[in-house]
T-cell receptor, first 109, second 115 residues
Framework: GENVEQHPSTLSVQEGDSAVIKCTYS??????FPWYKQELGKGPQLIID?????GEKKDQRIAVTLNKTAKHFSLHITETQPEDSAVYFC????????FGAGTTVTVRA | DGGITQSPKYLFRKEGQNVTLSCEQN?????MYWYRQDPGQGLRLIYY???????QKGDIAEGYSVSREKKESFPLTVTSAQKNPTAFYLC??????????????FGDGTRLSIL
């Protein structure tokens, strides 16, 4: 089955700096890659997603890049704010979603 | 507002007891899913259903059971056969697309603990 690895497991950044989270996947047939943000005691919230026919997608301060050849994709958050502090999960889909283990992001004021 | 409602938010199980977690959605989604989340781990799929009266096992179905009698509802029963049930349980739903590549929307979870 699909195996998704996510790095780093924790990330601390100064407010206003950028944060980058990287994921790799094993199944070259995976075709859909969503990113979720989870706040304490809440369910994951979809923040951005990308499909295999696209290399990059941007939504305001959030961007995702996909390298199908290397089988890795990344989340970039620019101009970080305290409300960006949360756990972020990547996932890869081929018939079903497989999730990474999560990255705890802390934005220091 | 459309969304997914999970209840209860907190649940306690005694040894040898079955408990049922509720999941209701009003998003008109055909597919529904149950995931288990443990500290420091990603979400793991327990069961999923793409249509009423049909469901499939996920990666960790042992000790769990589900039903899908209505499009809007997908209850999960944690049976006494599940020896380590303490976890955060998440329900999700989505439209059904080719190869399953449709965004999944999550409820706010039920935290199950053993007494």
């Amino acid at each position: 089955g699909e195996n998704v690895e996510q790095h780093p497991s924790t990330l601390s950044v100064q407010e206003g700096d950028s944060a980058v989270i990287k994921c790799t996947y094993s199944d070259s047939a995976s075709n859909y890659f969503p990113w979720y943000k989870q706040e304490l005691g809440k369910g994951p919230q979809l923040i951005i997603d990308i499909r295999s026919n696209v290399g990059e997608k941007k939504d305001q301060r959030i961007a995702v890049t996909l390298n199908k050849t290397a089988k890795h994709f990344s989340l970039h958050i620019t101009e970080t704010q305290p409300e960006d502090s949360a756990v972020y999960f990547c996932a890869a889909n081929r018939y079903k979603l497989s999730f990474g283990a999560g990255t705890t992001v802390t934005v220091r004021a | 507002d459309g969304g997914i409602t999970q209840s209860p938010k907190y649940l306690f199980r005694k040894e040898g007891q079955n408990v049922t977690l509720s999941c209701e959605q009003n998003l008109n989604h055909d597919a529904m899913y149950w995931y288990r989340q443990d500290p420091g781990q990603g979400l793991r799929l327990i069961y999923y259903s793409q249509i009423v009266n049909d469901f499939q096992k996920g990666d960790i179905a042992e000790g769990y059971s589900v039903s899908r009698e209505k499009k809007e509802s997908f209850p999960l029963t944690v049976t006494s056969a599940q020896k380590n049930p303490t976890a955060f349980y998440l329900c999700a739903s989505s439209y059904v697309g080719l190869q399953g590549n449709q965004p999944q929307h999550f409820g706010d979870g039920t935290r199950l603990s053993i007494l």
